[in-house]
């Protein structure tokens, strides 16, 4: 199975760092004392957002995703009417139900296809990725579509932390674990589209495999919308009275416990190497690696660890566009493929081996996938 | 949540030291920092488990929590230096270097457990309690293998164990002394025996590989060393696992 096309969308102008209060919004008009040290820490020069500087929805999840599909599908040497089955994943659709998928396939207008919508954070794309391949595989379909979409910014309007007037936000004099995604994520969709063949002209990328490990089992919740952060309260968005409560008391906010990101790189390195002691990865073979985190959230003794134990990945064949891209969770890797496969920054061959890395903080989900440059 | 916060963005700007990477492993030592790897990554992940650990992640953890730590810990470090002079004489005149290593490791650990009595009493222990106190299930277990482990002829696979151990005193300095004291309010006198691990680590860590390259250049050094490490880890944890069932 093929990836034979890739389209993105990302919404509006490219908003440098310091133009991103001024989107988002000032919080009761005064700006934030930690904006400058996270953007410097996330090193993200520009990115983009899907509302406006009045904090108005420009596009939404659904039109960003449709967009970033029919990039991919002009782009395509095949019809749509091909498309047998549509997977779109994203943190937070339009609507709570029904699926995303069936708000983008009706966008769309693919008729009569399967329809997948997987929910998560960032490896949500990932799942819909593999299990489209897997559905290939069966053989039940000539190609797929999947696609992924983030609209993370009308989670971090500032009328979202303005309404959390009894949240740990309003309480505590800096609530790093509130504000960290703030200045850390943005809008944008990304879709590829898979065949049983590759694509007639240029470059395809072959699927080899996609692994995924799970730890939720042994670790807190890293990073989540429903509660509202206080260890002792165990209720989650749905059980205030009303939703006006839920909001007030930060429930929806959008958090991430930051203390405990660094078992995020740990997990990616333990399935790292438990796929080269399966002898399903060969570091030595690995001619890209596309990392949803860039590099230098890793320099890290594990990394130097890896280079000791003879597996790291050297420097060189890192390549990320999430600097000028941004952070768009679960589209970050389709955005990613997109630009690899047509930026001149690297030159890309045939037979070259793409090992992609997508680890989710949630709850530590850490997945791979592993591509070969192909061309028919 | 004060300063923990804002030290993150040191972490992220922290810097490789390339030029301590560079000598390089055998290929049989660098399959065993791989498996190595794993067993600890998997043991920090069942340590995120154990209910008094994990109070540490969920912000929970008190001074009462502390204390019961250190009650139960200082046993196992007394026992280490038994262990860690054993295993010196245990060496041969073949592994005469190994020996001097090991020897080196024990005098720079065989009084720590003095430092853990202070921390017991600065975090608001009595003295005789912990002076008192046996050792649990867990650090029996842990012990009578390390002693039986350490009698062998040439034990090159307690360098499993050291891995682990260290690798728990580096956690200790790095991951839980400070926010041990943001939580319960303690001051950096209850948490030295966590953090003087810390600055010992780096030459420690040198040392093991230096060791790891000389004895580990075969399948079956590899396997030793790897199964040694993964029973250590299992002890330990039921160790940390038995805190608070001390007492019973």
Known sequence: ??????????????????EVENILGAVHGKPSSLRVQIQKANKIQTR??????????????????ANAAEQCLDRAFIGREKVGMLAVASTQGDLPAPGMASMVQAELELPEIEILTTHGICSSSIMALKAAWNSMRLEEHEAALVVS???????LKKQRYEAATTSTFATKRIDFSTEFLRWMLSD???ALLLQNKPAPKGLSLRIDWIRAFSHAHALPTCMSVGSAGRTEDKRTWQDYNTYAEAEKDGALLLRQDVRLLENLMRMGVDGYLRLVEEGVSNPSKVDHFLCHYSSHHFRNKILELLDRAGVGIPEEKWWTNLYTRGNTGSAS??????????????????????????????RFNTTYVHLTVVSQ | MKNGEIKIETDMEHEIEVDEVSEGLNPHAQVCLQHLLRVWLGFERDLAKVPLLRRIDLGTYTAEDHQLFLLNIRQQVIEGSRWITRTASSFDRDHAEIRSTVISHAVDEHRDYEMLEKDFVASGGRLEDILNMERNIGSEALHGFLMHKSSQPNPIDLLGAMWIIEGLGEKMATSWAERIQELTGLGKDSTRFMTYHGHNDSEHMERFYATLDSVCTDEKAIRRIVKTAKVVARLYRLQLEELEQSGE
């Open chain 1, 333 to 362: 890797l389709f955005i990613m493929l997109d630009e690899f496969l047509r930026t001149d920054e690297v030159s890309i061959k045939e037979g070259e081996s793409v090992l992609c890395f997508v680890p989710e903080s949630g």
């Open chain 1, 1 to 18: 199975m093929y990836i034979t096309s890739t389209g993105i969308f990302l919404p509006g102008p490219s908003i440098a760092v310091e």
């Open chain 1, 188 to 190: 944008g969709a990304g």
């Open chain 1, 149 to 155: 979409s983030e609209l993370a910014s009308r989670l």
């Open chain 1, 48 to 65: 983009h957002y899907a509302i406006d500087e009045n904090q108005q929805t420009t596009h939404s999840n659904t039109e960003m995703a």
